[in-house]
């Protein structure tokens, strides 16, 4: 079974918006990584947070991770059309195990 | 710096067929992962490679799957006989390292099995 949970299922904002994903798990993790995966294409890795960790950004992107309540958010700010993929989070606690993921629509 | 590199990009075969993918990982990474991802899921592993040997494949179907990385380097992925419910993408990824790592993926094989 997958891990890592998506929420929302899907999502769709118009270019220039915010988007927020969020991941939820259920054991204890080493790091939290999200990838994203254009269509037909293979898996792009983003960003890499650490267990130790509670917060980071790369570029446009900001991840958050609460090891307490075990949750992740991603945040892509200021949306492009480029941005439509879908976003997986993947916990690694020995071997990554990738969630269903979060399908992104960007509307220009 | 090339990619992971897979072949075929597209597969279709008729079940209790057999069908093998290959995967050249980026040069240089001792690590390499075979995935499975069905429509609408996330990647699931099937096995994991340091090196030629294996230190995972508990999600490997080992009845009918079977995968080898001989020389260290490229790997296949054997499927004998196919059944419908394989029908999925194959990706295969490769790492530096075995632990934490970021993995970079291959672009999959698609494979339709009728």
């Known amino acids: 079974s997958q891990q890592g949970e998506e929420d929302p299922q899907a999502l769709s904002i118009q270019e220039g918006e915010n988007a927020t994903m969020n991941c939820s798990y259920k054991?204890?993790?080493?790091?939290l990584q999200w990838y994203r995966q254009n269509s037909g294409r293979g898996l792009v890795h983003l960003i890499l947070i650490r267990s130790n960790e509670r917060e980071k950004h790369s570029g446009r992107l900001r991840v958050t991770l609460d090891t307490s309540k075990k949750s992740s958010s991603l945040l892509i700010t200021a949306s492009r059309a480029a941005d439509t993929a879908s976003y997986f989070c993947?916990?690694?606690?020995?071997?990554?195990?990738f969630g269903a993921g979060t399908i992104l629509r960007v509307k220009s | 710096e090339a990619g992971v590199a897979q072949s075929p990009r597209y597969k279709i075969i008729e079940k209790r067929q057999s069908v093998a993918f290959w995967c050249n990982p980026i040069s240089g990474h001792a690590t390499l992962y075979w995935y499975q991802q069905i429509l609408g899921q996330g990647p699931k592993l099937l096995i994991q490679?340091?090196?030629?040997?294996?230190?995972?494949d508990s999600q490997l179907p080992k009845d009918r799957f079977s995968a080898e990385r001989l020389k260290g380097v490229d790997s296949t992925l054997k499927i004998q006989p196919a059944k419908l419910e394989d029908s999925a993408v194959y990706l295969c990824?490769?790492?530096?390292?075995?632990?934490?790592?970021?993995?970079?993926f291959g672009p999959g094989t698609r494979l339709l099995v009728l």
């Open positions: 990824a490769s790492s530096e390292g075995q632990n934490q790592e970021t993995q970079y």
């Open positions: 993947a916990t690694d606690g020995g071997s990554l195990v």
């Open positions: 490679f340091q090196n030629n040997g294996v230190v995972d």
């Open positions: 054991t204890s993790i080493n790091n």
